[in-house]
Nanobody
Framework: QVQLVESGGGLVQAGGSLRLSCAAT????????MGWFRQAPGKEREFVAA????????VYKDSVKDRFTISRDNAKNMVYLQMNSLKPEDTAVYFC???????????????????WGQGTQVTVSS
């Protein structure tokens, strides 16, 4: 069974940077897309960034577009989220997710993704 394991979260001051990592372990699988989502206390889980393996489409949440970068290392089955110029409103638990079937949902929809990691906490102090 495939599992996603996130790492790299932590406490950082506003303006700082963090790089989140997502490792796919277990049986090798072929995913359609990979994404990062986040959930702050009392709020819905929201889209942050994602890419589609086919065509290389990359999309970002507008508020992170110029600060965050999603990338991947195919050989290592790793996905990364480089986060720069962090703001207090970026504070949340960040989740890595994988979609293994095309489905009807877009990259920004949490319903597209069937495999989720356990999350890693990111806290940005002001």
């Amino acid at each position: 069974q495939v599992q996603l394991v996130e790492s790299g979260g932590g406490l950082v001051q506003a303006g700082g940077s963090l790089r989140l990592s997502c490792a796919a372990t277990g049986r090798t699988f072929s995913s359609q897309a990979m994404g990062w989502f986040r959930q702050a206390p009392g709020k819905e889980r929201e889209f942050v960034a994602a890419f589609s393996w086919r065509g290389g489409t990359i999309v970002y949440k507008d508020s992170v577009k110029d600060r965050f970068t999603i990338s991947r290392d195919n050989a290592k089955n790793m996905v990364y989220l480089q986060m720069n110029s962090l703001k207090p409103e970026d504070t949340a638990v960040y989740f890595c997710a994988a979609a293994t079937v095309p489905g009807p949902y877009g990259l920004e929809s949490k319903f597209k993704y069937g495999i989720w990691g356990q999350g890693t906490q990111v806290t940005v102090s002001s």
